[in-house]
């Protein structure tokens, strides 16, 4: 039996690591245009021809249903759920080619759509009457959307498939890492190479030639896929069952798929749209100058770029995937109820992202390596697939109703007062809290295996 194993591609470790740096690059790429906007708001809300001539006149709420709009594919017509499907069916490398192809073409659409002017107003579901620039923008970022988040499950399928049994944790993690450099570097240099370059279509410029690159590097990888199944089909002793639709009901009953999935949701909901905000928010609140906001939250992908794969090496070695969730959640709760102190230190705010960094670190080093210890591998691209579906409800919602809050909130000279907003990010860390304990419960009495280590020895 141990020569027949031996026998896989994915035995070995340099082929291994090779495939995950490979599909790494591409989400990088996919994590920075992702964010390339963010710390733009400044430029993209100041009035039209303002900022240097740089500013496009979008109002908060504009912003905001932009922000919102890279999940309403997603959401409302149920494709990443469909895109989990086609995995399981279709397989990594038909699915990883049509996501990354829908990276791209999201992205022109949302480099024309800020490179040129427009005229009139056009309503958008969840938006009213928007600037035609805003709706058109929207719709590329809907569509990049739905192919990134179609290829972060391929990806995640990828390491499991790769990895089960080996390093999956600190895989995942080095995966995730490799990520947020993407999205630190699209908010540290976002704004600067927009007020260098002439304006926010060459940061947006930049972040489609980056997933052309990615495109590429994913056809690379194809190449590695189609031995790796050559190398496994040989040495299976017997054939796996394939994807049938009435195996969907092995995942929809599982309650600890669902506590997974909800934490996913809450947790991510208290950063991902926090950080589209942050600039702003270090502006306004903490005096930061706005040429150097972005930096301020740029520190928190850069902290878990280190920390994520050090807390997945623990879980790979020592387990206690559930504990790290519940310990990640609680941070999260502490740094956003600080944050909605009346506060204004920029000391403070730095340390405090550097606390969200860790909270960053650790629940995903431990969330996304124990689904596959709760959901067989013929079904974990459709239960990926769900996870990011009730994830994305967040992303696209959570931004519009932050918009809304933060513009109600804003007073007659521009400056907005970020308490409730930081407030109901703070709800969504105690939730978190509740569905990370719930599951660790959960895993007490299924026996998942979440507190016990990946590697098999």
Same mark, same amino acid.
């Given at each position: 039996?141990?020569?027949?194993?031996?026998?896989?591609?994915?035995?070995?470790?340099?082929?291994?690591?090779?495939?995950?740096?490979?599909?790494?690059?591409?989400?990088?790429?996919?994590?920075?245009?992702?964010?390339?906007?963010?710390?733009?708001?400044?430029?993209?809300?100041?009035?039209?021809?303002?900022?240097?001539?740089?500013?496009?006149?979008?109002?908060?709420?504009?912003?905001?249903?932009?922000?919102?709009?890279?999940?309403?594919?997603?959401?409302?017509?149920?494709?990443?759920?469909?895109?989990?499907?086609?995995?399981?069916?279709?397989?990594?490398?038909?699915?990883?080619?049509?996501?990354?192809?829908?990276?791209?073409?999201?992205?022109?659409?949302?480099?024309?759509?800020?490179?040129?002017?427009?005229?009139?107003?056009?309503?958008?579901?969840?938006?009213?009457?928007?600037?035609?620039?805003?709706?058109?923008?929207?719709?590329?970022?809907?569509?990049?959307?739905?192919?990134?988040?179609?290829?972060?499950?391929?990806?995640?399928?990828?390491?499991?498939?790769?990895?089960?049994?080996?390093?999956?944790?600190?895989?995942?993690?080095?995966?995730?890492?490799?990520?947020?450099?993407?999205?630190?570097?699209?908010?540290?240099?976002?704004?600067?190479?927009?007020?260098? +370059? &002439? #304006?926010?279509?060459?940061?947006? %410029?930049? $972040? /489609?030639?980056?997933?052309? =690159? *990615?495109?590429?590097?994913?056809?690379?990888?194809?190449?590695?896929?189609?031995?790796?199944?050559?190398?496994?089909?040989?040495?299976?002793?017997?054939?796996?069952?394939?994807?049938?639709?009435?195996?969907?009901?092995?995942?929809?009953?599982?309650?600890?798929?669902?506590?997974?999935?909800?934490?996913?949701?809450?947790?991510?909901?208290?950063?991902?749209?926090?950080?589209?905000?942050?600039?702003?928010?270090?502006?306004?609140?903490?005096?930061?100058?706005?040429?150097?906001?972005?930096?301020?939250?740029?520190?928190?992908?850069?902290?878990?770029?280190?920390?994520?794969?050090? +807390? &997945? #090496?623990?879980?790979?070695?020592? %387990?206690? $995937? /559930?504990?790290?969730?519940? =310990? *990640?959640?609680?941070?999260?709760?502490?740094?956003?109820?600080?944050?909605?102190?009346?506060?204004?230190?920029?000391?403070?705010?730095?340390?405090?992202?550097?606390?969200?960094?860790?909270?960053?670190?650790?629940?995903?080093?431990?969330?996304?390596?124990?689904?596959?210890?709760?959901?067989?591998?013929?079904?974990?691209?459709?239960?990926?697939?769900?996870?990011?579906?009730?994830?994305?409800?967040?992303?696209?919602?959570?931004?519009?109703?932050?918009?809304?809050?933060?513009?109600?909130?804003?007073?007659?000279?521009?400056?907005?007062?970020?308490?409730?907003?930081?407030?109901? +990010?703070? #709800?969504?860390?105690?939730?978190?809290?509740?569905? /990370?304990?719930?599951?660790?419960?959960?895993?007490?009495?299924?026996?998942?295996?979440?507190?016990?280590?990946?590697?098999?020895?």
């Amino acid at each position: 039996m141990t020569e027949i194993i031996k026998q896989k591609l994915s035995d070995s470790r340099a082929a291994r690591w090779t495939a995950l740096v490979i599909v790494s690059v591409t989400m990088m790429f996919a994590y920075f245009f992702t964010d390339v906007m963010s710390p733009l708001e400044p430029l993209l809300t100041a009035a039209m021809g303002g900022e240097d001539g740089l500013g496009l006149g979008w109002t908060s709420s504009e912003y905001g249903w932009f922000s919102g709009a890279y999940g309403l594919m997603n959401v409302y017509l149920l494709l990443l759920f469909f895109g989990g499907i086609i995995l399981d069916k279709f397989g990594i490398r038909f699915t990883g080619l049509m996501s990354t192809a829908l990276m791209f073409i999201g992205a022109l659409i949302k480099w024309y759509s800020v490179a040129n002017t427009f005229d009139g107003t056009i309503w958008v579901p969840f938006g009213g009457d928007v600037q035609q620039q805003v709706a058109i923008a929207g719709l590329g970022f809907a569509i990049f959307g739905v192919g990134s988040e179609i290829a972060g499950i391929t990806v995640s399928k990828v390491i499991a498939k790769w990895f089960t049994g080996h390093e999956l944790a600190l895989a995942m993690g080095v995966q995730v890492a490799l990520a947020r450099i993407g999205t630190a570097v699209a908010l540290g240099a976002s704004l600067p190479i927009a007020r260098a +370059f &002439g #304006g926010v279509s060459a940061s947006v %410029g930049l $972040g /489609a030639v980056c997933l052309c =690159i *990615g495109t590429i590097s994913f056809l690379v990888y194809n190449v590695m896929d189609k031995k790796e199944d050559k190398a496994a089909a040989e040495a299976a002793s017997e054939p796996e069952d394939g994807f049938k639709f009435s195996d969907l009901k092995i995942l929809f009953t599982n309650r600890g798929f669902w506590y997974i999935t909800l934490l996913c949701l809450m947790f991510y909901a208290g950063v991902f749209p926090f950080l589209k905000f942050a600039t702003k928010l270090m502006v306004f609140k903490y005096g930061v100058a706005p040429d150097l906001a972005g930096l301020i939250p740029a520190m928190l992908p850069f902290g878990t770029i280190f920390l994520t794969p050090f +807390f &997945g #090496g623990i879980y790979d070695k020592y %387990g206690k $995937g /559930a504990t790290l969730m519940i =310990i *990640g959640s609680v941070l999260l709760t502490i740094v956003h109820v600080i944050f909605a102190l009346p506060v204004s230190s920029v000391v403070l705010a730095i340390a405090v992202m550097i606390v969200l960094g860790i909270a960053f670190g650790l629940v995903p080093s431990a969330m996304w390596p124990s689904v596959p210890k709760i959901i067989p591998m013929k079904l974990l691209g459709t239960a990926y697939a769900v996870i990011f579906y009730i994830q994305n409800i967040g992303l696209s919602m959570v931004p519009m109703w932050i918009g809304s809050v933060n513009e109600k909130n804003t007073a007659a000279d521009g400056v907005i007062d970020y308490t409730e907003s930081m407030a109901i +990010f703070a #709800g969504f860390g105690v939730v978190a809290i509740i569905i /990370a304990y719930l599951l660790k419960l959960e895993d007490k009495k299924k026996g998942y295996g979440l507190e016990k280590a990946n590697i098999q020895k």
